[in-house]
């Protein structure tokens, strides 16, 4: 059985470039080892107790998680980085080869050489090791289900390796403000983030916090001007956190983050993505950003179940209960979403976007008086931020009229209507617009609306991908002529 201890030296794997030593899960490439997570090492060595055999997805499951302890989709991670190790060009099918609903099996030539006496240790982890991390990650559960921070920073298996207890509360406080998403909020973050550099310099978290943070004040605007100085400061500290342990999944979910972000390159970032979360499993955020790009890719399910798993890691996180929030939203099913988004606002009374989905949730479930209520609220909450924008008004008076058509009020819809002319600039919310032609029979302005929202890389983050499923625009999607430009 593989894993059981052996007094003999187990022979070496060797299929093309690359040598792998089944005991001490280490794996060589022209003599130079290769880095690898211990869970895609372990994996590796399971397809390798019989290459060419079959190994089911239970029997993987089982091995690599014997506690139960696994969550959805992270088999397939396993499995991704493993290829993407073997093969960083290719897909790996060429060494590991899926069996479509059984499981895996390796599939390239291969050959058994016993290895030279050495006393030397490769690189990879030994299984007691591995088991280790798991009852570490198991910890980390605890906590979740409502142990002590500061209990668990001080047990001897600390929360967050190799951090102080000091730098350990640090950090927690950095990310507590962090998740506020809001200027002065990200200030007090970034001056938590900096005390654990100061007082854990070797540890990659301290460095990973304050890439979050830049990266947050770039993508939410926070200051006025060129925000790629933010951007580059991210980037830097996330190559510095990398620098310290360079399989920090917080690190590769900012990069991935700035992929998806400025440079709008959604391949990357989901791949970048998936390697975090294969190294840092309950890194809430990891999966909050890759939920984003799945959903604006319109995998509504994955991106859904993305999301959720993010809110069952931070349950406290109001900018991850959003996206649960916009997620049951596009799936149409409201009285879920109805729920998280009045937490997500619970949490945090300034979270505007968690408004805006809650006054279209409440508007499909003909909840009228809350919404308008809640457009209301987001109003007075706009009216004392310090980066008000003039298309916000239009936009909320888009929405205040949407409503007002849905409850009979057309009086209240026509005062509160906004140029419904279709345009590039201002940047505007274009489902909204192109809905509200729709319902005053203004088909043409509703078309070029959705060609807009299509077409436009800087219209936000309605995409091709989201529009179908906009709730608003159900008649719409079943429109030929509507479908016909999400395939041009």
């Given amino acids: 059985m593989f894993g059981k201890a052996s007094r003999t030296m187990a022979p070496r794997v060797v299929f093309g470039p690359f040598a792998f030593d089944r005991e001490e899960l280490a794996l060589w490439q022209d003599g130079v080892a290769v880095p690898l997570t211990p869970k895609v090492a372990e994996a590796l060595g399971i397809l390798l107790v019989e290459p060419g055999a079959l190994v089911t997805k239970e029997r993987l499951r089982e091995s690599l998680w014997p506690d139960g302890f696994v969550e959805d989709g992270n088999l397939t991670q396993t499995i991704y980085l493993l290829r993407k190790a073997l093969d960083p060009e290719g897909d790996g ?19 058994l050489v016993e290895p030279p006496p050495s006393k030397t240790r490769g690189l990879g982890l030994p299984l007691r090791t591995i088991r ?36 350990s509360r640090e950090y927690a406080l950095g990310r507590y403000y962090w998740n506020k998403r809001s200027l002065d909020a990200t200030h007090t973050s970034i001056a938590y983030f900096e005390d654990v550099v100061r007082l854990s310099p070797r540890s990659a978290l301290g460095y990973a916090g304050l890439a979050d943070s830049y990266v947050m004040i770039a993508n939410h605007a926070m200051v006025k ?11 830097q500290y996330a190559d510095q956190a990398l620098q310290r342990d360079p399989q920090s999944g917080e690190a590769l979910a900012t990069l991935g983050f700035i992929a ?81 988004l009045h937490q997500a606002i619970d949490l945090d009374p300034h979270n505007g976007s968690a408004m805006w989905y809650l006054a279209l949730t409440d508007e499909r479930l003909g909840q009228t008086g809350e919404a308008l209520a809640t457009i209301a609220q987001d109003r007075r909450e706009m009216a004392n931020s310090h980066f008000h924008e ?37 940047k505007v919310d274009v489902a909204i617009m192109a809905a509200l032609c729709a319902r005053l029979d203004r088909r043409d302005d509703a078309y070029e609306w959705w060609r807009i929202g299509v077409h436009d890389k800087e219209m936000g983050w309605v995409t091709r991908a989201m529009l179908p499923y906009d709730p608003q625009l159900t008649e719409l999607a079943g429109d030929d002529r509507f479908r016909a430009i999400l395939q041009t």
């Fill in 260 to 340: 998806y972000d400025r440079d709008h390159d959604r391949n990357r970032a989901e791949r970048l993505l998936r390697m975090a979360i294969a190294l840092r499993p309950l890194y809430a955020s990891a999966h909050e950003f890759l939920g984003v790009i799945l959903l604006e890719r319109g995998n509504v399910v994955e991106g859904t179940d993305e999301t959720k798993r993010a809110a069952e890691l931070d349950p406290l996180s109001s900018p991850i209960l959003l996206w649960v929030g916009i997620a049951y939203y596009y799936e149409h099913h409201f009285e879920e979403g109805r729920r998280v």
């Fill in 93 to 111: 099918r060429a060494f590991v080869d899926t069996v479509p609903r059984r499981g895996y099996r390796f599939v390239a030539p291969f050959t």
């Fill in 132 to 167: 280790l991390r798991l009852a570490f990650a198991a910890l980390f559960v605890v906590l979740l289900l409502g142990g002590s921070l500061i209990e668990v920073a001080q047990s001897r298996n600390r929360l967050y390796p190799g951090l102080s207890v000091e730098s």
């Fill in 225 to 235: 001007g060129d925000l790629k100085p933010y951007y580059k400061k991210a980037e």
């Fill in 390 to 426: 003039k298309n916000e008004d239009a936009e909320l008076n888009a929405l205040t009229a949407l409503v007002a058509l849905h409850d009979g009020n057309e009086k209240l819809a026509m005062k509160m209507l906004p140029d419904l002319k279709p345009r590039a600039k201002p």
